[in-house]
């Protein structure tokens, strides 16, 4: 309790007790007592309470003066007072007065007494709190003066590492100035005898030009010439002996592997031409696709894109087409359409737009299948449905789609042969060929495509390195490359896998004779093994044995830059020196 409510409970105090004051005038008035009555009996009740607070007085000063006030009206409501009416009502008015001065009285003393021991209270609230907050400073004091001290001591060391420094700096520079003295001296000394010793060198060159007869530039070419040669022929021979050693131990192991490889992967061999035929239940059936007029085939041929070739040939018509996806779905149509013997205009376009959505359908089946074949499932559904449309497309008679199947299985046998993880190198493999599906739709290599591809739908930068870099139209770097480009080989270059035209088998043929022709030295040239092998003849005298490797090695790099061709082609340089004599 503060001092406000001191205040407060005085003013409480001094209402209560003018209160009391007011209601026993109120009823001394009421029974008719005048103001000398209340004045004569004053005295004897000031005797019986000398002792009286001054609230007291304060309520006998409000009783005279509300007395005065009241009288006249008393007096005059009254205009007789009742004597035994006063008399019966002044021991209660005398008694009431006693209890409030009593009351009056305690309530000050209580007040007081509150008021002390609030005060007390106070007092000693403020003192703990001037010794708490007294010591928090002291603590606060001596934390800064800690503080101080060792702030200073820290920029004492610091201001003797400062000048420590400052003397090694300053010893330094005088070091430094005496050795550039030194340098100084000694670059003078070294240019007088640079100078002399370019005179020499002059004179030394003058004499040599004059003995031997070359000039500088002569001689500095020639011996580039003999060194070039000589460096030449010995990088030839130290590639002759790595490459012997090579095979030696690496030709085997590859062997091995890849044998094993092709010999576990069991495929069968296609030969998909432009041409599909279909039976026919009778020969009457040909007027009926014919129409009358030809309608019935110009329609046909118009809404599915298809060449229909009906000739002599008994029950049968060919359906003729360079695309084999629309090749397929015309040869659907016309089966529906003759299995079902309504054959006009409007119903070949209902039956075309059913058997193209039946193509699709196996289109989707297809790429499913093949991904179930070599166990791998997390594939984008976009990729699905483009390797779905491989099913139709071939490479060299080679059908695509069992291609990548039969490259995937070799090239994850290959790569659990040497010890790496065949998932990422089957999906390479299976997926190197993915962009042959859109290279009539997008422009460029379809390595290159296949890779925009597949980083496209999600899959792994090795995934995607090893399509880009297939056909080297990116450099290998990684094993998952140089294993699909290798089970590609092995699955594109075996025994009745791919063939191609004359006209293109002849042209090779041809091309490559005319590069092994055109090298120095060479005799004769034969293209063996339905061009698989190119034997070279050399003559003896202009190729040694280091130059045939060499035109070897270049011919083959020449073949690889310049020509398409499935598989591999062997390059063979001979060599052959031969005596005869005749004995007489």
Same mark, same amino acid.
């Given at each position: 309790?503060?001092?406000?409510?001191?205040?407060?409970?005085?003013?409480?105090?001094?209402?209560?007790?003018?209160?009391?004051?007011?209601?026993?005038?109120?009823?001394?008035?009421?029974?008719?007592?005048?103001?000398?009555?209340?004045?004569?009996?004053?005295?004897?009740?000031?005797?019986?309470?000398?002792?009286?607070?001054?609230?007291?007085?304060?309520?006998? /000063?409000?009783?005279?003066?509300?007395?005065?006030?009241?009288?006249?009206?008393?007096?005059?409501?009254?205009?007789?007072?009742?004597?035994?009416?006063?008399?019966?009502?002044?021991p209660a008015v005398e008694r009431l007065l006693s209890d409030a001065r009593t009351e009056a009285a305690a309530i000050t003393e209580d007040a007081k007494r509150k008021a002390?021991?609030?005060?007390?209270?106070?007092?000693?609230?403020?003192?703990?709190?001037? /010794?708490?907050?007294?010591?928090?400073?002291?603590?606060?004091?001596?934390?800064?003066?800690?503080?101080?001290?060792?702030?200073?001591?820290?920029?004492?060391?610091?201001? /003797?590492?400062?000048?420590?420094?400052?003397?090694?700096?300053?010893?330094?520079?005088?070091?430094?100035?005496?050795?550039?003295?030194?340098?100084?001296?000694?670059?003078?000394?070294?240019?007088?005898?640079?100078?002399?010793?370019?005179?020499?060198?002059?004179?030394?060159?003058?004499?040599?030009?004059?003995?031997?007869?070359?000039?500088?530039?002569?001689?500095?070419?020639?011996?580039?010439?003999?060194?070039?040669?000589?460096?030449?022929?010995?990088?030839?021979?130290?590639?002759?002996?790595?490459?012997?050693? =090579?095979?030696?131990?690496?030709?085997?192991?590859?062997?091995?592997?890849?044998?094993?490889?092709?010999?576990?992967?069991?495929?069968? &061999?296609?030969?998909?031409?432009?041409?599909?035929?279909?039976?026919?239940?009778?020969d009457e059936m040909k007027g009926r696709i014919i129409g009358r007029e030809g309608r019935n085939i110009r329609a046909y041929e118009s809404v599915t894109g298809v060449n229909l070739i009906i000739d002599d040939t008994p029950e049968a018509v060919l359906l003729s087409c360079f695309d084999p996806v629309r090749r397929e779905i015309g040869r659907?149509?016309?089966?529906?359409?003759?299995?079902? %013997?309504?054959?006009?205009?409007?119903?070949?376009?209902?039956?075309?737009?059913?058997?193209?959505?039946?193509?699709? &359908?196996?289109?989707?089946?297809?790429?499913?299948?093949?991904?179930?074949?070599?166990?791998?499932?997390?594939?984008?559904?976009?990729?699905?449905?483009?390797?779905?449309?491989?099913?139709?497309?071939?490479?060299?008679?080679?059908?695509?789609?069992?291609?990548?199947?039969?490259?995937?299985?070799?090239?994850?046998?290959?790569?659990?042969?040497?010890?790496?993880?065949?998932?990422?190198?089957?999906?390479?493999?299976?997926?190197?060929?993915?962009?042959?599906?859109?290279?009539?739709?997008?422009? %460029?290599?379809?390595?290159?495509?296949?890779?925009?591809?597949?980083?496209?739908?999600?899959?792994?930068?090795?995934?995607?390195?090893?399509?880009?870099?297939?056909?080297?139209?990116?450099?290998?770097?990684?094993?998952?490359?140089?294993?699909?480009?290798?089970?590609?080989?092995?699955?594109?270059?075996?025994?009745?896998?791919?063939?191609?035209?004359?006209?293109?088998?002849?042209?090779?043929?041809?091309?490559?004779?005319?590069?092994? =022709?055109?090298?120095?030295?060479?005799?004769?040239?034969?293209?063996?093994?339905? %061009?698989?092998?190119?034997?070279?003849?050399?003559?003896?005298?202009?190729?040694?044995?280091?130059?045939?490797?060499?035109? =070897?090695?270049?011919?083959?790099? /020449?073949?690889?830059?310049?020509?398409?061709?499935? %598989?591999?082609?062997?390059?063979?340089?001979?060599?052959?020196?031969?005596?005869?004599?005749?004995?007489?």
């Open positions: 309790m503060g001092f406000s409510q001191l205040v407060l409970t005085l003013v409480v105090v001094f209402i209560a007790v003018v209160a009391g004051g007011i209601t026993v005038l109120f009823f001394a008035r009421r029974f008719g007592f005048g103001g000398a009555a209340q004045r004569g009996h004053a005295d004897p009740a000031a005797s019986a309470v000398p002792a009286r607070s001054a609230a007291s007085a304060t309520a006998e /000063q409000a009783d005279r003066e509300l007395a005065v006030t009241s009288v006249p009206t008393v007096e005059t409501a009254e205009s007789v007072p009742d004597p035994e009416a006063e008399a019966a009502a002044r002390r021991d609030e005060l007390a209270d106070a007092r000693e609230e403020a003192r703990r709190t001037i /010794q708490r907050e007294l010591g928090e400073r002291t603590d606060s004091i001596r934390r800064l003066q800690t503080e101080l001290e060792r702030r200073e001591s820290r920029a004492t060391d610091r201001e /003797q590492r400062l000048d420590t420094q400052a003397n090694r700096m300053e010893q330094r520079g005088h070091e430094l100035a005496e050795t550039e003295a030194a340098a100084a001296v000694r670059e003078t000394d070294l240019a007088s005898r640079e100078l002399a010793a370019d005179e020499a060198e002059a004179a030394r060159t003058a004499e040599l030009e004059r003995v031997a007869g070359l000039t500088v530039e002569d001689a500095k070419a020639e011996l580039i010439k003999h060194i070039e040669t000589q460096a030449k022929r010995d990088a030839a021979l130290l590639v002759r002996d790595i490459e012997a050693e =090579a095979r030696t131990n690496g030709e085997q192991r590859a062997r091995s592997i890849v044998v094993d490889s092709i010999q576990r992967v069991a495929s069968e &061999q296609t030969a998909e031409s432009v041409v599909a035929v279909l039976h026919l239940p009778g659907i149509t016309l089966e529906k359409l003759v299995l079902d %013997g309504r054959i006009h205009p409007h119903r070949i376009e209902e039956v075309y737009e059913q058997s193209k959505a039946e193509v699709e &359908q196996l289109c989707q089946r297809a790429g499913e299948d093949a991904l179930v074949d070599v166990g791998i499932t997390d594939v984008h559904p976009e990729l699905v449905t483009l390797l779905g449309r491989l099913r139709y497309r071939t490479s060299y008679g080679q059908n695509v789609l069992k291609h990548l199947v039969e490259t995937a299985h070799i090239a994850a046998h290959m790569a659990a042969e040497i010890g790496v993880d065949p998932m990422n190198v089957k999906r390479g493999a299976f997926l190197h060929d993915i962009g042959k599906a859109l290279t009539h739709e997008v422009e %460029g290599s379809h390595a290159l495509i296949g890779a925009d591809l597949a980083r496209k739908f999600g899959e792994h930068e090795d995934v995607v390195h090893a399509i880009e870099a297939h056909h080297n139209e990116v450099h290998p770097h990684s094993i998952e490359a140089v294993l699909t480009q290798a089970a590609d080989s092995c699955s594109g270059g075996r025994p009745g896998a791919r063939r191609e035209s004359l006209e293109a088998y002849v042209k090779r043929l041809e091309r490559i004779e005319e590069m092994a =022709a055109e090298k120095d030295g060479v005799e004769k040239v034969f293209a063996m093994q339905a %061009g698989r092998e190119v034997r070279v003849m050399v003559s003896p005298d202009a190729i040694d044995d280091i130059a045939a490797g060499m035109l =070897a090695r270049d011919l083959a790099k /020449q073949i690889e830059e310049e020509l398409t061709y499935p %598989g591999q082609i062997r390059v063979t340089v001979v060599r052959e020196s031969r005596a005869s004599e005749i004995a007489r």
